[in-house]
């Protein structure tokens, strides 16, 4: 399989072991957020773009911490039947919600984290 | 002319091994003293440096080079300093730390490991969910996510428990670490082990027997490396984030 990979020459050739791996591990990095920060970007055009993309990424973090807390409240049992049902009517609607304007302003999944420099990314 | 200093690393002993390469835009290297150590610098013009492959393999390959001649605290790549008067003020104030960094990396090296899980995971047992619930369309949701959560962390626990088994093992031939386990998505771990040079063959060895042991499990072994992640971090009086921690 040929790597996209480039592995710097054997001048400089640190891989012990897993070479044939590096496109998985190199992915996988960039995945995880491993890189070094990014600038913010101040082009005036896209401001509104990066100011939607905060606010949502805000409210994604509080619907998934609020969501966590609902699911621990199941699990010990305290919550009622009709407590369950109303709690998640009300995350699903946000997630539809969420969705729509992620839309709206052409976001995608991906877009909505925060990377928070050596603490790793947001979410 | 250059107001700024790049800094490289600080090495034991007052001097510049002679012969040592040229830095960051061919300019010359030196070494800024102070007590019996010394920060490794070359003048630049400004404050900032592109982060550019050629950059990176430079800063590396100068600082793997004093590597084999004197203990190096290597030092990020991108540290960037005002003056020698200020790199002066900076091995003062830290004088002891880079004393007691010197003595915990000397004759030693840094070998990194990474693994990771299989793309397809063989199916766990299932968490017993609360039975006997009505199924209108939140309490659904909600069940959805109960399970995708239970699932996320009985994944999580396993990957845990893989790394520590193979932490131990290489535990035995390192004198200290620094790692995470479950990382990410499929991040079992990802840790950087101090190893005596002398030492680094067997802790290869090692690695390969466990990756042999796990063959589900994908390692990734690197180094041999300057001890980055075990020394502490160089202040810089540039608060641009290329040059901080």
Known sequence: ?123 | MASWQYVYCIIEGSDLPPGTCRGLEDAPVQAVAYRGISAIVSPLPHRQVPVTREHLLLHERLVEELMGRRTVLPVRFGTVLGNTSSLRLELSRQYDCYLNDLDRVRGKVELGVRVLAPNELPEMEERPLRASLPSGPGTRYLMERLGQHASAQATRERFERWAQMIDACLMHHAEDRRASWAPSEKGVMSAAYLVWQQEVPVFKEKVKMQSEAWPELQFLLTGPWPAYSFVGEVASSNPDPLSRP
């Open chain 1, 1 to 123: 399989m040929t790597s996209s990979v480039e592995i710097p020459s054997e001048e400089f050739d640190k891989i012990q072991l897993g070479r044939e791996s590096m496109e998985r591990f190199a992915s996988e990095l960039q995945r995880a957020g491993g890189c070094l920060p990014t600038r913010i970007d101040a082009d005036p055009t896209r401001v509104e773009q990066g100011l939607a993309k905060l606010v949502l990424t805000l409210i994604e973090l509080i619907r998934r911490l609020l969501e966590k807390q609902a699911i621990r409240r199941i699990e010990v049992g305290s919550l009622s039947d009709d407590e369950i049902e109303r709690m998640g009517l009300t995350f699903m609607r946000l997630e539809q919600k969420l969705e729509e304007l992620k839309g709206v302003f052409g976001l995608e999944d991906e877009d909505l984290n925060l990377n928070l420099g050596p603490l790793g990314d947001l979410m």
